[in-house]
Structures are given as structure tokens and as C-alpha cells.
T-cell receptor, first 112, second 115 residues
Framework: KQEVTQIPAALSVPEGENLVLNCSFTDSAIYNLQWFRQDPGKGLTSLLLIQSSQREQTSGRLNASLDKSSGRSTLYIAASQPGDSATYLC???????????FGGGTRVLVKP | ETGVTQTPRHLVMGMTNKKSLKCEQHLGHNAMYWYKQSAKKPLELMFV???????ENNSVPSRFSPECPNSSHLFLHLHTLQPEDSALYLC??????????????FGPGTRLTVT
């Protein structure tokens, strides 16, 4: 059974500092990995999707890496801003099927 | 309306009440999903529908009853709930299910409180 873990559970940084969020998964037989953002009490917004054959994906200040063999992904957010404060979730899709397995999330606070 | 919408956004109900959550997707997708997000627990998949047929039921108690009358609408009927069922219920849709990946698009959720 796939398990996804995100450490730390919460993170507080001053504005301008780079953010590093970690995600690990136990079964490397994945189709892809996604990073989502969730604002308090709201739904999920997809940030980046990395296919299992890719090593990284970039979008603006966001960069996500994937090391499938070691079961790890890292989301980097450069030059953090207070508007980046949210919970960040990673989720993996298995090699067969479309069932997402989510991590518990990392709650980020960027202080002005 | 665009994307995935959910109503109501907030719901408070007693344990003896019967209520329904509604989800509508305006993306022309064939698959829809219900997820539960409790405090301090990862998002859990509850049900998956593909072309109005339930393709997955993730060991959800019978007090939760899904209904998918067409590919654009998904309901979650609630009855005799317990306080521990209080959570954010998220709906999602994707082009389809199956072996090829289809990105899931999420609605804003319904915050349910059971008193």
C-alpha cells in the first residue's frame, strides 16, 4: 500500500527566504507526482505535475524535483512572499489507475 | 460557472438529519471523485465514478451514499452521521479514469460539521 509522507508538517520563514518542502513515498511504481496548494478551508490548486520519466518541472518561482528510485520529491519556492502562505500537498498516481494518494501536507507561513 | 463547483460551501447538521452535498463540473469530464479531508489526516479518496458508474468504493460507511445521475453531477447523500464525520468534503473531476493519467481538478469543498 502506497504511503506518502511530508516533512516538516509546518514551516515558518521570513519573506524572501527560499522554501524547501519534502515529500517521500514508499512505492516507486508511480505514474506521476503532483504538488498542490490549499488555502485555509478551500479546495486544491494544482501547482506542478511531474511524470515518472521526468526529473524536474518548473513554473515561475516553483521548481519540483523527482527521484523515483529513492521515493522522494522536493518542491522549491524561490524568494518566498507572504502570499505563498498556504498548505502544500503532494500526491502520487500509481502506475496503473488514477487513484491519487496524498501526503499530510506542509503548512507554510511566510512572515512579512 | 467554470471548473468544479460545490454546494453548499458550509453545512451544519445533527446526527439524525439527512442532507446532500452537490458537485457540478463544467469541464466535459467523464470521471468524478469524492474525497474527505479530516483534521490531522491526509486526504482520503471515498468514491470514484466513471461515466455515471461507480468504479471504486474505498470502504466508506453506508451512511455516505453517492449518486451520479450524469457525468456532470455528483451527489453525496448523508444520513445518521457521527461527529467524527465532520470534515472538508472535496469533489474532483478528470477527463477519465484508467491507466492513462488524467489530471484531477478540485472544487472548493463543503465544510461539514456534525453536531
Amino acid at each position: 500500500k502506497q504511503e506518502v509522507t511530508q516533512i516538516p508538517a509546518a514551516l515558518s520563514v521570513p519573506e524572501g527566504e527560499n522554501l524547501v518542502l519534502n515529500c517521500s513515498f514508499t512505492d516507486s511504481a508511480i505514474y506521476n507526482l503532483q504538488w498542490f496548494r490549499q488555502d485555509p478551508g478551500k479546495g486544491l490548486t494544482s501547482l506542478l505535475l511531474i511524470q515518472s520519466s521526468q526529473r524536474e518541472q518548473t513554473s515561475g518561482r516553483l521548481n519540483a524535483s523527482l527521484d523515483k528510485s529513492s521515493g522522494r520529491s522536493t518542491l522549491y519556492i524561490a524568494a518566498s512572499q507572504p502570499g505563498d502562505s498556504a498548505t502544500y500537498l503532494c500526491a502520487v498516481t500509481p502506475a496503473a489507475g488514477n487513484k491519487l494518494t496524498f501526503g499530510g501536507g506542509t503548512r507554510v507561513l511566510v512572515k512579512p | 460557472e467554470t471548473g468544479v463547483t460545490q454546494t453548499p460551501r458550509h453545512l451544519v447538521m445533527g446526527m439524525t438529519n439527512k442532507k446532500s452535498l452537490k458537485c457540478e463540473q463544467h469541464l466535459g469530464h467523464n470521471a468524478m471523485y469524492w474525497y474527505k479531508q479530516s483534521a490531522k489526516k491526509p486526504l482520503e479518496l471515498m468514491f470514484v465514478y466513471s461515466l455515471e458508474e461507480r468504479v471504486e468504493n474505498n470502504s466508506v460507511p453506508s451512511r455516505f451514499s453517492p449518486e451520479c445521475p450524469n457525468s456532470s453531477h455528483l451527489f453525496l447523500h448523508l444520513h445518521t452521521l457521527q461527529p467524527e464525520d465532520s470534515a472538508l468534503y472535496l469533489c474532483a473531476s478528470s477527463q477519465d479514469t484508467g491507466t492513462a493519467h488524467y489530471e484531477q481538478y478540485f472544487g472548493p469543498g463543503t465544510r461539514l460539521t456534525v453536531t
